[in-house]
């Protein structure tokens, strides 16, 4: 079964504007991290955020927030005042704790690609 | 600088031949994987691997192989039996323990049939 699911393939949002990519899990383990990666056309994989099951407070990097639900299984990444350089593909991703059979394993959604446009 | 160095850049394979992808890393992590990338699609497990001298297939195994002689290096070998190798592949490592510690991940290598 699909754990991490994105389900916007593709946005265009305009320079200076703010975007919000969903990302919803699935997981009974009360231990895991949750984490956002762009991929530029270039291939690179760029880890931008981390947001831990027992945070109390959403995470925020510089231009970067995601907006954990705990309750909805939902951890949206929002990047506000879009760059021509945010053009990429973005990949939500979890990873469990040592209970579950996939301990050891990072679980990556389908992604969504952003456009930037002037 | 610490990192993940993956080489070649692009490789080409011909018919029945088998090409070795070489994957490095200086961070001192336990753990590292390699993954397949389709155009216009998401990241799939091929082999993971937590600690020297072990590892476990991922999702789409068949048809490659990799070996963890040393902490440093995970290197992954596509065989022929493998019949649509043509992707792009990423390596990445992590420290093995602990759900907060992100994947750090190699630039890359595109694989090509010729």
């Known amino acids: 079964a699909q754990k991490i699911t994105q389900t916007q393939p593709g946005m265009f949002v305009q320079e200076k504007e703010a975007v919000t990519l969903d990302c919803t899990y699935d997981?009974?383990?009360?231990?895991?991290?949750l984490f956002w990666y762009k991929q530029p056309s270039s291939g690179e994989m760029i880890f931008l955020i981390y947001?831990?099951?027992?945070?109390?407070q959403n995470a925020t990097e510089g231009r970067y927030s995601l907006n954990f639900q705990k309750a909805r299984k939902s951890a949206n990444l929002v990047i506000s005042a879009s760059q021509l350089g945010d053009s990429a593909m973005y990949f939500c991703a979890m990873r469990e704790g040592p209970t579950t059979d996939s301990w050891g394993k990072f679980q990556f959604g389908a992604g969504t690609q952003v456009v930037v446009t002037p | 600088d610490g990192g993940i160095t993956q080489s070649p850049k692009y490789l080409f394979r011909k018919e029945g031949q088998n090409v070795t992808l070489s994957c490095e890393q200086n961070?001192?992590?336990?753990?590292m994987y390699w993954y397949r990338q389709d155009p216009g699609q998401g990241l799939r497990l091929i082999y993971y691997s937590q600690i020297v001298n072990d590892f476990q297939k991922g999702d789409i195994a068949e048809g490659y192989s990799v070996s963890r002689e040393k902490k440093e290096s995970f290197p992954l070998t596509v065989t022929s039996a493998q019949k649509n190798p043509t992707a792009f592949y990423l390596c990445a490592s992590s420290i093995a323990t602990g759900t907060n510690q992100p994947q750090h991940f190699g630039d890359g290598t595109r694989l090509s049939i010729l």
């Open positions: 947001q831990g099951s027992y945070d109390q």
């Open positions: 997981t009974s383990d009360p231990s895991y991290g």
């Open positions: 961070l001192n992590h336990d753990a």
